[in-house]
């Protein structure tokens, strides 16, 4: 690793920074579909991060992170490093943040937003309402004392982070898999179908200066029935004037679930609702040129998409993902960089 070269804080922040106002004040429609050419040259020259990459066209690149890894030098340094925006992979969850009723905790997410906002990166947060990770005390409620404990939790993060997410996933994985265009099944489903919309009001309410999407896994093919479905729920939305700004795409592919053909039209179609489209979650799994071919296209599609504002992996090093034995992500667990780490930044660079 040249690490000498790669002065990222200093290459990264300072872009960051203006990428900051860029993003509190709307989403890039002035990110452009590939950087200027002098731009690349001189970041060529130089060595350049994922984070600095990105910034040329106005997006940024950033990672999930653990807080019991940020002591870790290795992980902090590629962190600090390469990345400019931070989602706490798990510490914002709704049984992580409000273990029990109306008692919030907030020190382990605290830990990862302070870091980042030290080093002038910034903060998705993830996510304030899920299906899954709920805590007993919530798991014993119905109808509308759910619906009430559930909107004081959207109220009671959201206030505390005021002015400092620059987004929230405010729901995730709302909707069934398969072919229905159902929405999932799930606590706060049964207490009706608003209850989305009502969580984007609230937030809004809370932290009226926060991007607030709608976050969703296998929502990347146009084709699937379940990204129809959430296409019509955001058009709905902009329609009737509920407040929401992006689409989180989580993108965790493999064989199996390779990057679909049409993934750019996917971007585009949810782009052209007026709404930022964000890759949230990618990693995909595999190794060596195929890796970082699927990787490779997933930067051109957004680059391709101007509302396609920003990328985040989910996670750092092989090891530190959530399906490790999957090797999904840009470092190998030494912290050395892999062929997809220079695939996804050449491509940031155009190409
Ligand atoms: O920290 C505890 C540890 O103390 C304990 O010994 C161990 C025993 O199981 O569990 C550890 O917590 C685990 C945690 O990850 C940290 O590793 C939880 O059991 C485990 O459920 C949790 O999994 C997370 C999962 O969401 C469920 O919340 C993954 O890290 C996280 O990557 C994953 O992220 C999700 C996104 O939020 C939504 N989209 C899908 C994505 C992947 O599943």
Known sequence: MRRSSRTALSLAVVPVVAAGLLLATGPAPSAAPLPDADAVA??????????????????????????NKLADPVYAGILNREFDVVTPENEMKLDATEPRQGEFHFTNADRIVDHALARGARVRGHTLLWHAGLPGWLQGLSGAALRQAMLNHVTGVVTHYRGRVHSWDVVNEAF?????????????????????????????????????????????SWAHAKTQAVHRMVQDFRARGVPIDCVGLQSHFGSGNPVPADFRTTLRNFADLGVDVQITELDVEGSGQAQADGYRRVVRDCLAVPRCAGITVWGIRDTDSWRASGTPLLFDGRGEEKPAYHAVRSALLGG
């Open 42 to 67: 001189a970041a060529a020259r130089t060595g350049t991060t994922l984070a600095a990459a990105a910034n040329l066209t106005g997006r940024w690149f950033g990672t999930a992170v653990a807080a």
């Open 176 to 220: 069934a898999d398969g072919t229905s265009g159902r929405r999932r099944d799930s606590s706060f489903q049964r207490t009706g179908d608003d209850w989305i919309e009502a969580a984007f009001r609230t937030a809004r309410a809370a932290d009226p200066g926060a991007k607030l999407c709608y976050n969703d896994y296998n929502t990347e």
